[in-house]
């Protein structure tokens, strides 16, 4: 694939992140070197108050913003009650896709990257309708170990004698409203090996995630700069 003449107007990313921030960090190394090309963070966001993906971003001199399901008030904190939780999660959705969409942000594409909360339609529609992308990274194949907890599914499958192939994996993929379950960009198999405890196995995975996430968005952001180079 022939590399997209360089735009004067780079992809704007914003980045979500809910931990440690590992592959936020990986996405911030690789835009500074050029891995992923042409393009700029311009903000991160985080939904848990002690989320280390804040201290990289201030360090990189990116904006960052929490933004919680409670803490904002979407939520009344230990509500049980299925449909109060639906209604709150639909409100809180939506104003996060009311954020990006006007908040002066402008993005090109949104990275779940370690994003630790479902999106439903109140945030995809009107992101889709704008033109905006988004991608997540999840540890599991395509298909497989859907939602939470896809590692340790995988590895007590493994030690059941039950996992295909003995290779479970990873995967970034476009976000739909079902979850998982968006067409893949990229995947990777990672096989499980004999003798090894589930930390181990996380470690590995771990360290794929950090290459895939950004192999993928590069893969993206270079056809989102040559769609903007073909309309400019």
Known sequence: MSEPTPSSSPCRMVVMAS??????QALIDAVATGQIPDSKIIRLFVNRGKAFATTRAERAGIPWEYFNLISNGFQAKGEKDPQRVQESRDKYDAALAEKLLTGGYNPDLV??????HVFGKPFLDPLEAAGIKIINLHPALPGKYDGAGAIERAFEDFKAGKLENNKTGIMVHFVIAQVDRGAPI???EIECHEGEDLHQLEERIHAQEHELIVEATAKVVKEIITRK???S
């Open 19 to 24: 931990g440690n921030g590992s592959n936020f």
């Open 186 to 188: 990229l995947t990777r």
């Open 111 to 116: 990275v779940l990257a370690g994003w630790m």
């Open 229 to 231: 180079n073909e309309t």
